[in-house]
């Protein structure tokens, strides 16, 4: 007898007829309480979506004020992709072409490579006051908003000089996507991942040719561009996972779910033979504990509290719990979690002159929590979340990375893996 | 209680379909003093149970030339006077694998002599004009059908009438024809709204009332053959297609596929059904079955996309007189003069016909009613345009962006619905441009106009005005909002709970027939809504 095939009856694409206008999602919209020019996830995506299938000009460039949290998605109660829709549609109809400003702020890998290069001059000069007054004025990046600083010697030519001979030593091998902050302006992340992956007797490469992910090309609109770069990434992802068996890790929530839930949603492109074996380096590192493949030993002397922000794109992912537990497997840690927020930045978004508002009204919760928190510093695995809560905030950042690399006692957990 | 109204208009015309409001604004534009008179709702009958086709005649072309050719010339004449009812969408005739392609070139030929432009497209450019049509075709024609609004339709009609000093009534059944010797010179009526016997007299009575002009002819004595065919259509939630899409073969089941406003609709089927059952019209389990089996057919989506609701119509096919059988039965149109044919003068009957022909009827019956009352005007209905269509000169669309500081989606919506009317509607303050159907982009200032400007009496009339619960959400958000701003201006409060509960009744009614997946946990959430948390009760009215 023939096999009978159950497929999902009524299915539509991104979902967008399951809506049953319960209304969840707008309740989680960070943006839609700061800022009432934004129509809401319910009535930008599903609702919307019906209106522009029946004609185009029902786009609204008040589309652009979404902050691609994905908050809504997480709220849905009926799986809607509200976000993919609202970002789809900005790809799909908006007329507006992107302005140079975006595609610099976008174009983070050629921003990157010129910068890093000149970092000793472009440092200081951005930094200036009267500096950030004419790119306020002429490219529309709003004073507040510093950028972060470009390192002289890029991660990727520190891994080549210094790290890539000895990776080979170890018996078991992974890939690692740092990713553009990593690469242009905070190698010390990438240098601390090494550490800790090496003292569990991990090997660390980098990929053939990493590109930037392309997230922030996508939401600037720039999607041949992201497009061809996403193709690349998942070509240099399969020749890790697939032919070396090898799975790739990242420090960047954002990168890890561009690649992993973006491209195949927003760009098109087929992720399935990598998606599985593409994760963080934190959510790496607690499975191999929790199925006791992997003990960390820690120093005795570490003592901090810490608060963990979670990213939106991390609330997405669902994968913040492996971060935090691992932070609070570290016995000197007085840990406490802030209540899950977006901070406002959602990467290139809040250092828009239009958008410095919405952003910093966004955050203003959160930054409110953290100012009452008591914590020596704040941990959260996005780059983007980092720059904004220093700026917002009295407090410093760090990688959960960062912070395990420092509490880690190298020696003694090195003792128990490569024996 | 009886009232009995002393003055005697011109005439009196029964029914608030399409064919009653075309008729009555012909009348008043003459100069007639004109009385229209409905039970329920414009467009509560056969004129609002439709696919909404702007036919161009294609349908017809080889079964029915005549049709086809009147078809053809009242689309372009609509285009013309009722452009914001009107979406000029175009439509596709496509021959699938089971088809017949032969049937194609006897098809175009006979478009050809009808007068319907046609144009022969290669399967693939077809597959890119509309990439929702069926992939396996292999062969498409394009014609210019479009889209219709038939609420917008009537109701533009109907302004217009009042605009030239028709009154209209609705919620007015009429129980009775008065009849003097061998004239008919007045209608009994009944008012739902207040419970009361009313008599009004005219010098001509004009019977528009569909397939229930059956019955309204026998109140006046006559006998006049109607065979009622019940349609069945689907409404999807959302646009599937972008043209109108038919089968190109000889008309059958479920073979066409209509885009109008927000959603598309499949239909029809077609059914015999006894004269006592047309005011009980339901979908059947075998109805649904043969409109999603068939509807496939020509665009495979339609199994993967949410149906909204079910509905039924009935047809006003009548007999020809010297076939009481009914075998041969035309669609084309009937208008009968009940002195020639029955001996009772003042009483006129215009049926038949379709939703595309009603301004053609219209015209006729009027030049009927202008030949017995001996007045001398020409018809100008095809040539000016209706309320909320007329064209000032080029910089329309600039003179409405100007009232639109930016066009939300609210405001939008409203230009689409009401034409150049929308510049009645308030607009800028936030409360105003809150919206009240989030589905359909309703606002509040859109609700208040309807209410005062649009004939409105219940919330079923005003989502016939302004599309409040036809939306995904079919009333689960809207409705309780609606209700509110009805009762601040019209009703009683507990007349509006149970307004409220009728209005929910049914938008159930339609959503039964195809109740799963989606739509039944839309509607658990909506009973959730208003019978858990608000304890509204079915049995409220």
Redesign the interface.
């Not at chain 1, 009856?9 to 539509?12: D, G, K, P």
């Given at each position: 007898m023939k096999k009978e095939i159950f497929e999902p009856?009524?299915?539509?694409d991104n979902n967008f007829?399951?809506?049953?206008?319960?209304?969840i999602c707008t309740v989680y919209c960070p943006v839609l309480e700061v800022n009432p020019d934004y129509?809401g996830p319910?009535?930008s995506g599903p609702?919307?979506?019906?209106?522009r299938?029946?004609?185009a000009?029902?786009y609204?460039e008040a589309l652009k004020l979404c902050l691609n949290c994905k908050r809504c998605e997480v709220a849905c109660p009926?799986g809607v992709k509200i976000g993919d829709i609202i970002q789809l549609a900005r790809i799909k109809y908006s007329k507006k072409k992107p302005k140079v400003r975006d595609m610099i702020l976008a174009n983070t890998d050629i921003v990157g490579t010129m910068a890093s290069t000149f970092a000793p001059i472009v440092n200081p000069i951005v930094a200036l006051k009267p500096v950030r007054r004419i790119m306020d004025s002429v490219l529309k990046i709003d004073h507040h908003r510093i950028f972060p600083k470009y390192a002289g010697l890029r991660f990727e030519s520190w891994y080549r000089r210094y790290a890539e001979k000895k990776q080979n030593d170890f018996k078991k091998h992974v890939s690692y996507f740092h990713g553009c902050y990593v690469n242009y302006n905070f190698p010390q992340l990438g240098k601390d991942l090494i550490k800790i992956m090496n003292a569990c007797g991990y090997g660390v490469h980098l990929l053939e040719k990493e590109k930037c992910c392309g997230v922030a090309l996508i939401s600037n609109g720039l999607i041949k561009q992201a497009t061809k770069q996403a193709l690349h990434n998942v070509e240099a992802f399969k020749k890790s996972i697939v032919d070396k068996n090898m799975p790739v890790i990242s420090t960047s929530s954002t990168c890890i779910f561009t690649i992993r839930d973006e491209y195949p949603h927003l760009l098109g492109i087929k992720n399935d033979e990598i998606r599985d074996e593409s994760e963080l380096a934190t959510r790496f590192l607690y499975r191999l504990i929790d199925s006791g493949k992997l003990k960390l030993v820690f120093k005795k002397n570490y003592k901090k509290r810490i608060a963990y922000h979670t990213p939106c794109h991390m609330e997405k992912l669902g994968w913040s719990i492996y971060s935090t537990s691992l932070l609070r497997m570290i016995p000197g840690v007085d840990f406490m979690a802030l209540e899950s927020l977006c901070c406002g930045i959602a990467g290139t978004y809040g250092f828009k002159k239009e958008n410095y508002e919405t952003s910093q009204g966004v955050g203003k919760p959160l930054f409110e929590q953290i100012e009452s928190s008591k914590a020596d510093f704040v941990a959260t695995d996005c780059e983007t979340c980092k720059w904004q809560i220093e700026m917002s905030t009295s407090l410093k950042v760090q990688h959960p990375i960062s912070i395990l690399a420092e509490a880690l006692d190298v020696e003694a957990t090195m003792k128990l893996w490569n024996a | 209680m009886n009232k009995n109204n002393s003055k005697e208009y011109d005439v009196i015309i029964i029914g608030g379909g399409v064919t009653g409001a075309g008729t009555a604004r012909d009348c008043a534009m003459r100069g007639l003093s004109v009385l229209l008179v409905e039970r329920h709702d414009f467009a509560t009958g056969a004129t609002g149970r439709n696919h909404g086709l702007l036919h161009s005649g294609a349908r017809y072309a080889v079964t029915d030339p005549e049709s086809a050719s009147e078809c053809i010339k009242e689309n372009m004449t609509l285009r013309r006077i009722a452009n914001h009812c009107v979406e000029e969408n175009n439509g596709l005739f496509v021959t699938l694998p089971e088809d017949d392609l032969a049937f194609q070139s006897q098809f175009v030929d006979a478009c050809k002599t009808a007068g319907i432009g046609t144009e022969i497209l290669d399967p693939d450019f077809a597959r890119r004009l509309e990439p929702s049509v069926n992939p396996n075709l292999k062969g498409a024609v394009k014609v210019p059908d479009g889209s219709v609004d038939p609420f917008r339709l009537t109701m533009s009609n109907m302004l217009d009438a009042k605009i030239h000093g028709a009154e209209l009534l609705t919620q007015h059944e009429v129980t009775d024809v008065i009849c003097e010797q061998n004239r008919a010179i007045g209608v009994e009526l009944f008012n739902h709204a207040k419970n009361e016997k009313v008599k009004y007299y005219a010098k001509i009575i004009v019977n528009a009332g569909g397939i229930w002009g059956h019955h309204i002819a026998s109140l006046a004595g006559i006998n006049i053959n109607m065979f009622p065919a019940k349609g069945s259509l689907l409404i999807f939630g959302h646009r599937v297609n972008k043209m109108v899409l038919n089968r190109c073969r000889k008309p059958a089941n479920a073979d066409i596929l209509v885009p109008g406003d927000t959603i598309c609709l499949i239909g029809t089927t077609s059914e015999r059904v006894p004269y006592d059952q047309i005011d009980n019209m339901f979908v059947s389990q075998a109805d649904v079955d043969v409109l999603i089996r068939e509807g496939v057919k020509l665009s495979p989506s339609l199994a993967t996309t949410r149906i909204l609701r079910a509905y039924a119509g009935v047809r006003p096919l009548v007999a020809a007189d010297n076939d009481p059988t009914g075998r041969n039965i035309s669609r084309g149109i009937v208008l009968l003069d009940h002195q020639e044919r029955d001996g009772l003068s003042g009483f006129i009957t215009i049926t038949g016909g379709k939703l595309m022909t009603y301004r053609l009827m219209a015209e006729e019956a009027t030049n009927l009613v202008c030949k017995k009352l001996a007045v001398d005007k020409q018809c100008e209905t095809a040539e000016k345009a209706l309320p909320g269509s007329e064209k000032s000169d080029l910089s329309l669309d600039n003179a409405t962006d100007k009232i639109y500081s930016g066009m939300s989606i609210a405001q939008k919506s409203a230009k689409d619905r009401h034409g150049t009317l929308a510049k009645n509607i308030a607009v800028g303050d936030s409360n105003d441009d809150s919206l009240v159907c989030e589905c359909e982009g309703v606002s509040i200032g859109e609700v208040k106009y309807a209410i005062k400007e649009l004939h409105v009496n219940n919330l079923i009339d005003l989502r016939r005005r302004t599309r409040v619960g036809m939306g995904t959400c079919q009333g689960e958000l809207c409705a309780c909002r609606a209700a509110g701003l009805l009762c601040e201006s019209l009703e009683e409060p507990g007349e509006a709970k149970d307004d409220l509960a009728n209005f929910l009744q049914e938008r159930w009614k339609g959503m039964s027939p195809i109740a799963w997946g989606d739509t039944i946990n839309e509607v658990q959430f909506t009973s959730w809504i208003y019978e858990g948390i608000y304890g509204l009760k079915p049995d409220n009215n």
């Open positions: 009856f009524n299915v539509s007829e399951q809506c049953v206008k319960c209304t129509p319910k009535q609702d919307g979506e019906r209106l299938l029946k004609d000009s029902f609204d009926h | -």
